[in-house]
């Protein structure tokens, strides 16, 4: 089973990306199922009905998210409905949404990070809880990891190392060069990166940013111009759930 994993897709550059390429990589590959991070699809901070329904068109067959989800009241309302959307799990009961859905034999669990972000249940107690109730157990479990500290990422990877198929990180849009399979058979990435604008500052217009960091002032900040890079793992996984093989699929993009 072949498994595509999108990084952060970032505003209107980013979704006009991957409508561009997805087709041809789900067919150059073989891919079985497509996960993008849509958290900054619309305008570049949090998601609506329209921008998640133009990613599901072109291609993604769930979208995960992170602490941008609340942004747009309209998407708030729609997390319970019936679209392929989640939102972390680790969120305190009686929040809209879920944390994970089961597509076919594959579960797939958005969770987010404490360190340096909002205090929300802990991630790894929140995991536990669901592999405790899973019944019957998928062939096999995908975790977005949406958080900003490596060391959060890593070490909750190396505490489901085996008992899912693959851990990713999401949310810095920066993508790392640290893809390997665990000693039990988890596939791992820290952070797959993101779908925007390569030339920005994690997908927001280099001036605004640097002009907020010289003054201190506060300062609208805009999705970024000019080339796309497009930052994806495609992980393989064998019929016991066990990753096999994982890499990084990153490729530039310009509209014409």
Sequence with gaps: MKILLIGDVIGKPGREAVASLLPDLRHQHGIDLVVANGENAAGGIGLTLPTAEELLQSGVDVITSGNHIWKHKEMVANLDGE????????????????????????????LQGRVFMSELDCPFQAMDRLLKEINPWPQV??????????????????????????VVGTHTHVGTVDTRI?????????????????DSVIGDDAEGVIRKFLTQMPWRLSV?????????????????????????????????
């Design 224 to 256: 970024g111009k000019g080339p796309v890079t497009f930052n994806s793992i495609l992980v393989e996984i064998d019929e016991n759930g066990r990753a096999v093989d994982i890499r990084r699929i990153d490729i530039d993009f310009e509209k014409q």
């Design 141 to 166: 479990i995908l975790v977005d990891f949406h958080a900003e500290a490596t060391s959060e990422k890593g070490a909750m990877a190396l505490y489901l190392d085996g008992r899912v198929s693959t």
């Design 182 to 198: 665990l000693p039990k058979g988890t596939a791992f990435v820290t952070d797959i990166g993101m779908v925007g604008p390569r």
């Design 83 to 110: 679209f392929p959307i989640l939102r972390p799990l680790n969120y305190p009961p009686g929040v809209p949404g879920r944390g994970s859905l089961i597509k076919g034999e594959i579960m797939i669990v958005n």
